[in-house]
């Protein structure tokens, strides 16, 4: 009867890096719940993450419909304080409101409904990081302004 509310993970190897490029900075696998397309109904999508090395995760300044939490943390368990590496992040619209955020201690972030955030910078890794970025909604996506006017872009 309640089957349908459980999803066992898979391991996903999800290295975005263009062709042929290093993948190393992530430990491999990962795992992701994809929220409604992995139990239906379900208004959640999380990754669960292990970055290793320097990495520009997100490049592009962009926006949900919904709340986002970022959660950085230590990599090293038991301890999810150890924690050292060099994180920035941007908060806000870039050239109006943006602030840009030194991450170096386990912190969460909420990023609001419409609020603009990214670039988001694995500047330095000295120790794992876990991280994770929860989406309050059934798909993962998000509202980018492009040449042509603003676009909705899903993942999954």
């Given at each position: 009867m309640y089957e349908k509310l459980v999803h066992k993970f898979e391991p996903e190897y999800n290295e975005v890096v263009p062709e042929n490029a290093d993948a190393s900075y992530v430990v491999s696998p990962q795992a992701?719940?994809?929220g409604a397309s992995q139990l239906p109904g379900a208004q959640y999508n999380v990754g669960f993450q292990i970055f290793v090395k320097p990495f520009f995760?997100?490049?592009?300044?962009h926006r949900?419909?919904?709340d986002e939490y970022l959660i950085?943390?230590?990599?090293?368990?038991?301890?999810l304080f150890d924690f050292?590496?060099?994180i920035e992040f941007t908060l806000g619209e870039v050239g109006k409101d943006a602030e840009t955020f030194v991450i170096e201690e386990p912190t969460i972030i909420r990023v609001p409904a419409g609020v603009y955030h990214c670039p988001l910078n694995f500047?330095?890794?000295n120790k794992p990081v876990f991280f994770q970025a929860?989406?309050?909604?059934?798909?993962?996506?998000?509202?980018?302004?492009?040449?042509?006017?603003?676009r909705e872009m899903w993942y999954n």
């Open positions: 992701y719940f994809r995760l997100d490049r592009f300044p949900h419909k919904c950085f943390l230590g990599g090293s368990f038991p301890n050292d590496a060099h500047m330095e890794v929860a989406l309050m909604q059934g798909m993962f996506g998000g509202i980018y302004d492009l040449p042509g006017g603003s």
